[in-house]
């Protein structure tokens, strides 16, 4: 569970704790209420748009949604979001989250780097579910966490894959690597070298798609990594716009 602290560092970090460019500000777990047998908050909806791509990441559906709230929803200035059971044991992990620093704190999972191409969000038509780091071919991936090699495989759009479980059901996963190096099973440190970069899968270019999740549930790696200069702060607030 100390891994979730990132996620107040950020936010003091940034200045800033908000999902969106507009006023829907990010989940605190005093926020949460229940309402009409549901555990979820009051959100302001000043774009329906982002509201829904909300709804979608850490609500339990659109149908208790129009239940709580009325088929008019988007209309309204106010909304109910209630969310989703991953997303509270989510948040209850990260209420009991001790502070200070500890091996299980993160690291960057590639050593130098000048910029991040795509950032954890919507992204064209899809929603993006990690964060982009661009490197040359080759260039060494390393464990950002201590943990256990879940995967090591190519896996379709993602190419070769790392896939480590570290504790308290937190995941992260390293793909279009161009060579894997550690197999299923592994016990891994952090900073232990487990692939290259590479172009492998569905892929553009050389570079790492980095992911955290909570069991399968998608979770800003920004919130994890610790503030580096080279992310430009709007990409810190950005998270789902």
């Not at 850490?58 to 008019?72: Q, S």
């Not at 800003?220 to 709007?234: R, S």
Request: aromatic share 14%.
């Amino acid at each position: 569970m100390r891994i979730i602290k990132f996620i107040y560092l950020i936010a003091a970090i940034m200045m800033s704790t908000m999902l969106f460019a507009g006023d829907i500000t990010s989940v605190d777990v005093e926020k949460v209420v229940e309402y009409k047998g549901f555990k979820g908050e009051w959100v302001t909806n000043n774009d329906p748009d982002k509201l829904e791509q909300f709804i979608k990441t850490y609500g339990t559906g659109f149908k208790d949604v129009i239940t709580l709230n009325g088929r008019n929803y988007r209309k309204s200035k106010s909304v109910f979001i209630p969310f989703s059971d991953v997303y509270m044991e989510y948040l209850k992990s990260r209420e009991s989250a001790p502070a200070g620093g500890s091996e299980n704190d993160f690291i960057w999972p590639i050593e130098s780097f000048d910029r991040i191409t795509s950032t954890f969000g919507r992204r064209w038509s899809a929603f993006h579910e990690g964060i982009d780091i661009p490197a040359g071919r080759g260039v060494p991936i390393f464990a950002a966490c201590n943990g256990r090699v879940a995967t090591s495989k190519f896996m379709d759009n993602f190419g070769n894959t790392v896939w480590i479980e570290h504790r308290d059901n937190l995941y992260t996963r390293y793909c279009h690597a161009s060579r894997l190096v550690v197999k299923e099973g592994d016990i891994v440190k952090k900073g232990q070298l487990i692939a290259y970069v590479g172009s492998t899968g569905n892929s553009t270019g050389n570079h790492l798609h980095f992911e955290v999740r909570y069991n399968d549930f998608p979770l800003n790696p920004l919130d994890f990594l610790p503030f580096n200069p080279n992310v430009k702060k709007a990409q810190y607030i950005k998270k789902l716009d």
